[in-house]
């Protein structure tokens, strides 16, 4: 998973979309690494311009890493995400679109991908539908270097048809479990980063 520099004031808006993407797929694939902690401890919170929508949660999220520790936010993404069984909380499309793992959207989500030109790392042990896998392709979408596939239709295409449905669902679920705490802080930043974007393409429709 990609290391953002998390200093969003310094990038343009293409390249800043892409790093929150990368930074939410490696925050909800696994507890964050030592470096990543360290780096939102000590990123910038204040927005370069006053009332930036995003600036509000960000600052959340950035406090939440400064108030916990490394081992108190591993310790947290284990009991909510982790365990033998069936987890406190789903990180799967297909659990918030059908109700189970495995269903009718991870195919759709597939044959889409496949379309894209992509395919699932073989050593990745979610399926498709996790909400990093999502992120990740997004990321691509925005900044890859083929301009046929990395565009801004692909983009809204992809987005409305694999994210947009659930991934609201997936963050009031995680802000409303009673242990949450740096992961509720996360979800409440992707939440009003999911509403930009929605926002965003719906100005392009």
Same mark, same amino acid.
């Given at each position: 998973?990609?290391?953002?520099?998390?200093?969003?004031?310094?990038?343009?808006?293409?390249?800043?979309? $892409?790093?929150?993407?990368?930074?939410?797929?490696?925050?909800?694939?696994?507890?964050?690494?030592?470096?990543?902690?360290?780096?939102?401890?000590?990123?910038?919170?204040?927005?370069?311009?006053?009332?930036?929508?995003?600036?509000?949660?960000?600052?959340?999220?950035?406090?939440? /890493?400064?108030?916990?520790?490394?081992?108190?936010?591993?310790?947290?993404?284990? $009991?909510?995400?982790?365990?033998?069984?069936?987890?406190?909380?789903?990180?799967?499309?297909?659990?918030?679109?059908?109700?189970?793992?495995?269903?009718?959207?991870?195919?759709? &989500?597939?044959?889409?991908?496949? $379309?894209?030109?992509? /395919?699932?790392?073989?050593?990745?042990?979610?399926?498709?539908?996790?909400?990093?896998?999502?992120?990740?392709?997004?990321?691509?979408?925005? $900044?890859?270097?083929?301009?046929?596939?990395?565009?801004?239709?692909?983009?809204?295409?992809?987005?409305?048809?694999? &994210?947009?449905?659930?991934?609201?669902?997936?963050?009031?679920?995680?802000?409303?479990?009673?242990?949450?705490?740096?992961?509720?802080?996360?979800?409440?930043?992707?939440?009003?980063?999911?509403?930009?974007?929605?926002?965003?393409?719906?100005?392009?429709?």
């Amino acid at each position: 998973m990609m290391q953002a520099q998390l200093i969003p004031s310094t990038l343009d808006e293409e390249t800043a979309r $892409a790093e929150v993407y990368g930074l939410l797929a490696a925050l909800y694939y696994s507890a964050p690494s030592a470096q990543l902690h360290q780096n939102l401890r000590v990123a910038v919170t204040e927005a370069p311009a006053a009332g930036a929508l995003l600036e509000g949660s960000w600052g959340e999220l950035v406090a939440a /890493a400064r108030d916990q520790s490394l081992a108190g936010i591993v310790q947290e993404y284990d $009991a909510l995400f982790g365990g033998v069984g069936k987890p406190e909380l789903y990180l799967f499309g297909s659990h918030y679109l059908s109700g189970f793992l495995n269903e009718k959207p991870l195919a759709a &989500l597939r044959t889409d991908i496949a $379309a894209l030109g992509l /395919a699932r790392d073989e050593t990745m042990p979610e399926t498709e539908d996790h909400v990093a896998y999502l992120c990740e392709v997004m990321r691509y979408l925005i $900044a890859g270097d083929d301009v046929a596939v990395a565009n801004l239709t692909r983009q809204r295409e992809f987005f409305a048809r694999h &994210l947009q449905p659930w991934l609201p669902m997936m963050c009031e679920a995680i802000m409303q479990h009673p242990t949450a705490r740096f992961y509720r802080s996360l979800a409440a930043f992707t939440q009003a980063f999911i509403s930009v974007e929605a926002q965003g393409f719906d100005m392009l429709a």
